[in-house]
């Protein structure tokens, strides 16, 4: 389970200070995906980077299966994984070699990193691929070997941003069915998306945040509902607009 209380996070620019997020207040619990929904520039990678430990709060606080990220983020860093917003894939290394470095990272040893990149590799489709040097990789070959780098220790909480970001239909399609098997093993799974369909579709809770605050938070049914809407789009527009006019 993943918890965040109260974040927030300010940068300092040359015409001032931005408030990337401004108050996240949200939890995400096993065996659910838990979807950020928000437009560009919303906060939430700033708020996923804040979660798996490569930012630090400038107040409020992450937990990961009640460990406290600030207290301790080499801790947290054991039982997560974690596909950030630039995938950072070794380009002369296979997509193998890529997922055993990670593994001996974590510590494992050759035979439990071996028996975890067949497994990964199986259930990523990437039989095909994992003995080719990563450079000349598409975007869906070099998504896949990232995730499965980030998987390898097998950990119980997984951190995601945007893990469809400029894959084809059919590469889009294995990711979604692939999420839900990392769901239905009972994970806490977060990711973040823009794309409204992906979220109605793949998601338990949603999150919508719009200027660095959470404005809403509920499944697509009870989002809906609640802003008087057919469809999950328009309860979205509902939201940021009730954000705006509270900003107003």
């Known amino acids: 389970m993943i918890t965040a209380q109260q974040l927030h996070k300010a940068f300092k620019t040359k015409t001032g200070t931005v408030k990337a997020v401004d108050g996240v207040d949200f939890?995400?619990?096993?065996?659910?995906i838990t979807g950020l929904l928000g437009p560009n520039g919303a906060g939430k990678t700033t708020t996923l980077?804040?979660?798996y430990t490569l930012m630090r709060p400038d107040s409020g606080e992450v937990r990961v299966d009640g460990i406290d990220a600030a207290a301790d983020p080499a801790a947290v860093r054991r039982i997560l994984g974690v596909l950030p917003d630039a995938r950072g894939i070794y380009k002369r290394l296979t997509a193998r070699e890529n997922i055993a470095y990670f593994g001996e990272l974590h510590g494992l040893s050759k035979a439990t990193i071996a028996e975890r990149t067949r497994a990964l590799s199986a259930k990523l489709d990437?039989?095909?691929?994992?003995d080719r040097r990563t450079e000349g990789f598409s975007q869906g070959?070099?998504?896949?070997?990232?995730?499965?780098?980030?998987l390898v220790h097998d950990p119980k909480n997984v951190i995601l941003d945007e893990p469809t970001n400029g894959l084809d239909v059919m590469t889009t399609r294995a990711m979604r069915e692939f999420l839900l098997r990392l769901r239905d093993e009972g994970r806490c799974v977060i990711f973040s998306s823009h794309i409204m369909q992906e979220v109605?579709?793949?998601c338990d809770r949603i999150v919508i945040i719009a200027?660095?605050?959470v404005v809403a938070a509920g499944s697509a049914?009870?989002?809906?509902?609640?802003?008087?809407?057919?469809n999950l789009e328009d309860a979205f527009v509902r939201a940021?607009?009730?954000e705006e006019g509270l900003q107003a």
């Open 211 to 213: 200027k660095g605050r």
């Open 200 to 202: 109605a579709a793949l």
């Open 126 to 130: 990437m039989d095909d691929i994992l």
């Open 141 to 150: 070959q070099r998504t896949k070997t990232a995730i499965a780098r980030a």
């Open 27 to 32: 939890s995400a619990a096993d065996g659910r």
């Open 240 to 242: 940021i607009g009730s």
């Open 221 to 230: 049914d009870e989002l809906r509902a609640r802003f008087g809407e057919d």
């Open 49 to 51: 980077r804040m979660l």
